[in-house]
């Protein structure tokens, strides 16, 4: 049973930076692995994932986050990273790490594995 725990969330004024991490308990290296968020009273949705051999560069994010955030992995340390710059208010959500051996199941939500979340609060 694969285990995912979140790290890294906290309080920040908008235009800062946060990063975070998630590290699992086992092996990760085939895995495609990915960040969800879900606001207040929202629906999660996805933030960047990243495949199994996958680059910060090849990643997919939706849209609005493309150029303000970045996904990373370190698959030795079993651990995957999502750094935040130009932070805004309507980044404020619960974040969560996902990981499963499927990339369309990332994409679609329906990943194996979940983390419990860390809250990312955006305010001055």
């Known amino acids: 049973q694969m285990q995912l725990v979140e790290s890294g969330g906290g309080l920040v004024q908008p235009g800062g930076s946060l990063k975070l991490s998630c590290t699992a308990s086992?092996?990760?290296?085939?895995?495609?692995m990915g960040w969800y968020r879900q606001p207040p009273g929202k629906q999660r949705e996805l933030v960047a994932a990243?495949?199994?051999?996958?680059?910060?560069?090849?990643?997919t994010f939706t849209e609005s986050m493309k150029g303000r955030f970045t996904i990373s992995r370190d698959n030795a340390k079993k651990m995957v990273y999502l750094q935040m710059n130009s932070l805004k208010p309507e980044d404020t959500a619960v974040y969560y790490c996902?990981?499963?051996?499927?990339?369309?199941?990332?994409?679609?939500?329906?990943?194996?594995?979940w983390g419990q979340g860390t809250q990312v609060t955006v305010s001055s």
């Open positions: 086992g092996n990760i290296n085939t895995w495609a």
């Open positions: 990243i495949t199994s051999g996958g680059t910060p560069e090849s990643a």
């Open positions: 996902t990981g499963d051996p499927l990339w369309h199941r990332i994409l679609g939500e329906s990943s194996m594995y």
